[in-house]
């Protein structure tokens, strides 16, 4: 349950908060909004790769408690390991958009 929330706190630091700062940035490009984007990147690695852990920890944490294994357990454990995936893809996604973003507003700014 903890995954959900985290996921939200990814998009919208990830999402909402660097793809904001960015489109600020290309709109009025100053050298303020740019050191701003550099930590919002950071904290949205960070957010990506805490509710993945999260993900993956409360992943082993049930095949932990699985007493017998069978396919459909194993399909099971594949199925939560992959959306361990998510908030990472999520926020590189995002991340890369943002970049291209600043990118242009470089562009402008020269």
């Known amino acids: ?3 959900i929330y985290l996921m939200g706190f990814v998009i919208l630091v990830g ?3 660097v ?3 960015a489109i600020a940035y290309a709109i009025r ?4 909004k740019l050191m701003l984007m550099r930590p919002l990147s950071l904290a949205a690695i960070f957010a990506a790769i805490c509710s993945s852990s999260f993900g993956f920890a409360t992943v082993l944490q049930g095949a932990g408690a ?5 396919a459909h357990s194993v399909g099971l454990a594949l199925m ?3 959306e361990c995936f998510i908030a990472p893809a999520a926020a590189f ?3 890369a958009v943002a ?3 600043v990118a242009l507003g470089m562009r402008r700014q020269a």
């Open 1 to 3: 349950m903890i995954g």
């Open 15 to 17: 999402g909402v908060g």
């Open 19 to 21: 793809l904001g700062m």
């Open 29 to 32: 490009p100053t050298e303020h």
């Open 66 to 70: 699985t007493p017998e294994w069978n």
């Open 80 to 82: 939560g390991l992959s």
């Open 93 to 95: 996604a995002f991340l």
């Open 99 to 101: 970049w291209l973003v």
